[in-house]
């Protein structure tokens, strides 16, 4: 077995050392950064969206809006391919197309006058091809958003509520730092040291008053059915994974069972013990909490309890609705706000959680130095052909872990909000190349903890038996949070503790995705008058961030076929936000073309991503067809066209330009 600190440490000798040679290299020889060029937020500096800020600030509002759940559940569920092409996709394709796009695409924008992507596409390819761009832009944005406000509603509600008060503290907890920072020039130090302490509060807050939405919906006697029955939930267990404990399960007496799955905590840890004197897999089971309304639902359920299951899951639905109804309100006022007071301050103090997740993960990792226990390359791996357990490595690898290694999401956030704070020119390669280094060294804990984190070759293999049962939002926040909360507990913290602290991480950085796309999908909205003059009214941010809000919510909340749209229409978003990733690159590639600049850099990156794309939009709208399904057809079918359409003016472009060079 392979020892997974090794990998760990390798990987991070090689971003460091990626960083100082390739994205210097960048910055010097092919974007030109100037420290003594004035920036666009020094030009046009309003106070609201142009804010000169410093790089360690920005650093953490960049990292932290780009990383969001990304880095995290597409490595999480891409090792069932092998923890190896996995981590050398992660490695190469950070250092030499992820990190080179978020950089390229900053300092394009930054010698753009700060202009966004889709203005520079403009300039460079042409009118059609931003207004193409903006389309595609616009479905990114609020497909994303839309699911993303539908799996922060499912967090709070079935999985972490002890993560609901630490979440919504921190946009308080920022508000008073960015005043502290900005209104009464408090030393940046001092100010994080205490919007850090206030943080760890709210954790610690929010780990012992867990807060559970359901219980507001749920009639006087429900209520009182759940305190009846609080004893009996410290004394049961359900079981989610027998391992090899099935037998000795159904050999217990009826006592010590309410029912399927449901067992006498106290009988459980017996056959567990005798289980691992046999070498045997363990049974995996999870406590009943009065605060995780999910895990009621499988008491009750066992208990017969009919009537009592489906007021629960009524009332689970209805804490989910109002849930998603609270994430648009600040979604649509945190769009709005100045950056310095919330959307900066809330990313940067949420980025040191990350950094001090991070660092204790790879510090348990040196203490408990795991082994690998996950195969190399799965043993029914195809390169090039699907099965029913796993998809083709080629070209769905590239598209499953996107966040950790190219995304095209990122030109975005690198054009929009983080290119208008840019104090200096050669803060780029700190922020653009950096942030992407930095998430990526994410992405390889990620993959260790999905890999390292399982007692045993047999029970990984049973978690990744195949592609359906690993895919799963729960599945794979699972495998990280206990590989990781693993790694955590090695440095003294309890093992329930590490796993809440993960949790915490995981769901603010949906938060921070979340507020920080949504700003984006209003400058998305802004941009849109450009096409028309009846449009000028959408430079108002106050209606462009209420169609944005409202785009949001009709993929979070239409249905089609009883499903969400967001949810139905979200197999399309892997592919499309890859094609964003290669549709940037051609851009940049021709910005530099046009200047003489060198450009091969940019060139190969755009070939390979998309080329990867197409062909795997090309193979789902097949799949499509085939399955009937006449939404995703439809438009997996328009975005199809619209690519192919942008990459012909493209080209069209580049022989512009050649022209002219010609002569």
Known sequence: MWDALSFALLSMVGFLAAYFVYGRFIGRKILCLDPERSTPAQL????????????????????????????????????????????????????????????????????????????????????????????????????????????????????????????????????????????????????????????????????????????????????????????????????????????????????????????????????????????????????????????????????????????????????????????????????????????????????????????????????????????????????????SVLPALFPFLFITIACGAISGFHCLVSSGTTVRQLKRETDAQLIGYGGMLMEGSLAVVVILACTAGFPSQESWHYFYRDWHSASGLGAKLAAFINGAGLFISQVGISLSFSKTLVAVVIVGFAMTTLDSATRLLRYNIEEFRHLHSRLNFLSNRYIASFLAVLAIAFFAFLKLDGRSAGLTLWALFGTTNQLLGGIALLVVSLYLYSRGLPYFYTLLPMFFMLGMTLVAMILKWREFWQKGSLPLLFVGGAILGMTFWLCVEGWRAWRRYRRKQAV
């Open 44 to 387: 046009r500096e309003d106070g609201v969206e142009y804010v000169p800020t410093n790089r360690f600030i920005l650093f953490g509002h960049h990292f932290a809006s780009i990383a969001g759940l990304g880095p995290i559940l597409g490595p999480a569920i891409a090792v069932i391919w092998g923890w190896l092409p996995a981590l050398l996709w992660v490695f190469f394709g950070t250092i030499f197309l992820g990190a080179v796009h978020d950089f390229t695409v900053l300092g394009v924008s930054l010698r753009s006058q700060g202009k966004s992507i889709t203005e520079v596409s403009k300039e460079v390819v042409g009118e059609r091809a931003r207004a193409l761009f903006m389309l595609i832009i616009f479905f990114t944005l609020a497909l994303a958003m839309g699911v993303f406000v539908i799996v922060i509603a499912v967090l709070f509600t079935d999985f972490y509520p002890s993560a609901v008060i630490p979440t919504f503290s921190l946009i308080l907890i920022a508000c008073f730092t960015g005043i502290l920072v900005y209104k009464y020039r408090l030393h940046l130090a001092l100010a994080t040291g205490i919007g850090l302490v206030l943080m760890l509060f709210s954790l610690l807050l929010g780990v012992r008053y867990p807060f559970s939405m359901y219980s507001y919906f749920l009639s006087s006697r429900a209520l009182a059915k759940v305190e009846e029955e609080k004893e009996n939930f410290s004394r049961y267990v359900y079981v989610i994974d027998f391992g090899g404990g099935r037998a000795y399960l159904q050999a217990l007496s009826k006592d010590a069972s309410l029912g399927e799955r449901v067992y006498l905590r106290s009988e459980l840890e017996r056959i567990n013990r005798r289980l691992e004197g046999e070498g045997k897999l363990s049974i995996v089971a999870v406590p009943f909490l009065e605060e995780n309304v999910s895990t009621l639902l499988h008491y009750f359920r066992a208990r017969g309890d009919e009537g009592m299951f489906r007021e629960l899951a009524r009332a689970r639905e209805s804490a989910k609705v109002a849930w998603m109804w609270i994430l648009l309100g600040y979604a649509l006022v945190a769009s709005i706000l100045p950056v310095w007071l919330l959307l900066q301050p809330r990313d940067y103090l949420n980025s040191f959680q990350l950094y001090f997740g991070c660092a204790l993960m790879y510090l348990g990792l040196f203490l408990l130095r795991p082994k690998i226990v996950a195969p190399a390359l799965h043993p029914q791996l195809h390169f090039f052909e699907s099965t």
